[in-house]
């Protein structure tokens, strides 16, 4: 059985902590039982991706969507969506002590899979695939 929730935040740092927390939650109550390890990974993604969506959507865009599917197999389909047509770029991380331009390479590390959907007009999902 598949099981879904999306749910939109207004775009706001504030709202990463609230993406993390709700996909918990929703894991949670959806008696999720794959490896603790596997939960960790999923949460530090939606919290990449959200805060990506807040650092660099549109400054006209007032919310941002979040998605997290699992998966007959237990494992977890995640999505955030934003009205920005850009793609996302892995940039070169800067220096260490930079805690800036490192999102997209734990996501590349972590998730056994991710992507970016087009939206035509209205924008792009940045997906994520972590596998229990």
Request: net charge neutral; charged share 25%.
């Amino acid at each position: 059985m598949l099981r879904r929730s999306a749910f939109r935040l207004p775009r706001h740092p504030a709202s990463v902590g609230l993406a993390r927390l709700r996909v918990r939650d929703h894991l949670a109550v959806w008696g999720h039982t794959g490896p603790a390890e596997a939960l960790d990974t999923a949460i530090l993604l939606v919290s990449e991706l959200a805060t990506n969506a807040v650092r660099h959507g549109p400054v006209r865009e007032r919310e941002f969507e979040v998605a997290v599917t699992v998966l007959a197999d237990g494992s977890c389909f995640i999505e955030v969506s934003d009205a920005s047509s850009a793609e996302p770029e892995m940039k070169a991380p800067c220096p260490a002590d930079d805690e800036n331009g490192r999102g997209l390479h734990l996501v590349e590390a972590l998730a056994e899979a991710w992507g970016v959907w087009h939206r035509g007009r209205h924008g792009k999902t940045v997906w994520a695939l972590v596998r229990s």
